[in-house]
């Protein structure tokens, strides 16, 4: 008897989980989860919401992961042209250029988006809804922007980005379809065309070109050939 009742008391005085602290803990978990992956990702090669989604609905993804080292330079220069042109000297957030797109637009636009946002919001968020997204955008760019060197936050968005239709990420894939060769035998013109093509190459396809594409891709040629100097942290 005295067993029995000095396990009753210990089962009142137990505590219990709320549901409110379990749902409390399941929100800690999930805020810090990016910052802990951005961690892990610094060393190994990460995957995207976008692939994940893929997988899960049994769609194919094809994606060959490729060390910048053998990644024609001029792609990687010709996608910082094309995508955010002070990627070298901010910090993960191009405050100005937000501000100005902000001014034009009243709100979230596309101009306004670096390639550490683009890599927060392809490896952690989700596509819609950019009043809700990009305020988690800037805390986790700049937070990837700590953590890595601005070589790596350019290899793993040539890494994750989507560069064709049907499930083609990453800047190996998307050379072999568009061109029928490696990402590290691309020529200038090439890259320029990959790169005219981002962020959405699925209307955008690089393999099929067209006027409008190739004249957008002559421009982004055009600049990357004078762009050494504000692509210094690329080397």
């Known amino acids: 008897m ?21 749902f409390g803990r399941i929100a800690l978990v999930l805020v810090a989860l990016p910052f802990l992956l951005t961690l892990l990702y610094s060393v ?6 976008l692939m994940i989604a893929r997988w899960a609905t ?6 060959v992961w490729t060390p910048i080292d053998r990644i024609a ?4 220069q010709a996608v910082l042209v094309s995508e955010d042109a002070r990627f070298c000297s901010h910090h993960g957030v191009d405050w100005g250029a937000l501000r100005g ?17 683009q890599v927060a919001k392809n490896l952690f968020l989700w596509q819609g809804a950019p ?8 805390v986790l760019a700049h937070w990837i922007d700590l953590v890595w060197t601005k070589r790596r936050v ?21 050379a072999r379809r568009a061109f029928g060769r490696s990402a590290g035998a691309l020529t200038p013109q090439q890259a320029a065309r990959m790169a005219a093509a981002l962020p959405n190459p ?8 067209g006027r409008q594409a190739s004249a957008h891709a002559a421009i982004v040629a055009a600049r990357a050939r004078g762009a050494a100097a504000i692509a210094a942290c690329l080397r």
Not at 73 to 76: C, H, I, K, M, T
Not at 131 to 138: A, S
Not at 202 to 209: I, M
Request: aromatic share 6%; net charge positive; charged share 20%.
């Open 2 to 22: 005295a067993f029995l009742a000095r396990s009753s008391t210990a089962r009142l005085l137990k505590p219990r989980l709320s549901p409110l602290g379990l």
């Open 44 to 49: 190994v090669p990460p995957v995207s919401t």
């Open 58 to 63: 049994l769609r194919p993804v094809e994606r």
């Open 73 to 76: 330079p001029a792609l990687p």
């Open 101 to 117: 797109v902000f001014a034009r637009h009243g709100g979230p636009a596309r101009g306004a988006s670096t390639i550490p946002m």
């Open 131 to 138: 009043y809700l997204r990009k305020p988690l955008e800037i």
């Open 154 to 174: 350019m290899e793993v968005y040539l890494n994750i980005a989507e560069w064709g239709p049907n499930g083609v990420f990453g800047a190996e894939a998307g």
């Open 202 to 209: 699925v209307t955008r396809d690089p393999k099929l070109g």
